[in-house]
T-cell receptor, first 111, second 112 residues
Framework: ELKVEQNPLFLSMQEGKNYTIYCNYSTTSDRLYWYRQDPGKSLESLFVLLSNGAVKQEGRLMASLDTKARLSTLHITAAVHDLSATYFCAVDADSNYQLIWGAGTKLIIKP | DAGITQSPRHKVTETGTPVTLRCHQTENHRYMYWYRQDPGHGLRLIHYSYGVKDTDKGEVSDGYSVSRSKTEDFLLTLESATSSQTSVYFC???????????FGPGTRLLVL
């Protein structure tokens, strides 16, 4: 059974700092997705990582995938308040388009 | 934004009553999904569809049924609602292999 673990589950940080959110998964998969959710809102796609070593960047966010380690990271550079949200990773189970989701990382960035 | 709507957006119902949630898309995407979101659980897949009249169970399908008679509509039915089905329900769509899933605005369901 595929399991996806994110850590930390909660992160409070100051503006301007760097930090990394980790997403570990338990079985082989080479498709990993990152989403953002604002309170009371829907989910917004951030990144799709489809191969080992994939790295994608958008603004202050950078995501990477290491399929051998079964690990993806979401790195935040010089955080700003607008990045406060809950971030989810999801892994494609058995390539049948069913995503298994992590519990989410609630990120609060203080001005 | 992907053209996905969900109705109703909010619903309060009583235990034992049937409830149907609707997801409507204007993107002509093949795949449609129903998820529930509960605190501490992330999202969990209830059912998904890979074409008209083609559906399959997800991780937490007990107590739920789905139907897809047209490409654009995917219905989720709670056959006899229970308090444990109080949740936020999201519909999602995707067009092809490995493509990202796009989410609807969600439906907040409270079962009393």
């Amino acid at each position: 059974e595929l399991k996806v673990e994110q850590n930390p589950l909660f992160l409070s940080m100051q503006e301007g700092k760097n930090y990394t959110i980790y997403c570990n998964y338990s079985t082989t998969s080479d498709r990993l997705y990152w989403y953002r959710q604002d309170p009371g809102k829907s989910l917004e796609s951030l990144f799709v990582l489809l191969s080992n070593g994939a790295v994608k960047q958008e603004g202050r966010l950078m995501a990477s995938l290491d399929t051998k380690a079964r690990l993806s990271t979401l790195h935040i550079t010089a955080a700003v308040h607008d990045l406060s949200a809950t971030y989810f990773c999801a892994v494609d189970a058995d390539s049948n388009y069913q995503l298994i989701w992590g519990a989410g990382t609630k990120l609060i960035i203080k001005p | 934004d992907a053209g996905i709507t969900q109705s109703p957006r909010h619903k309060v119902t009583e235990t034992g009553t049937p409830v149907t949630l609707r997801c409507h898309q204007t993107e002509n995407h093949r795949y449609m999904y129903w998820y529930r979101q509960d605190p501490g659980h992330g999202l969990r897949l209830i059912h998904y569809s890979y074409g008209v009249k083609d559906t399959d169970k997800g991780e937490v399908s007990d107590g739920y049924s789905v139907s897809r008679s047209k490409t654009e509509d995917f219905l989720l039915t709670l056959e006899s609602a229970t308090s444990s089905q109080t949740s936020v329900y999201f519909c999602a769509i995707s067009g092809r292999d490995a493509e990202t899933q796009y989410f609807g605005p969600g439906t907040r369901l409270l079962v009393l």
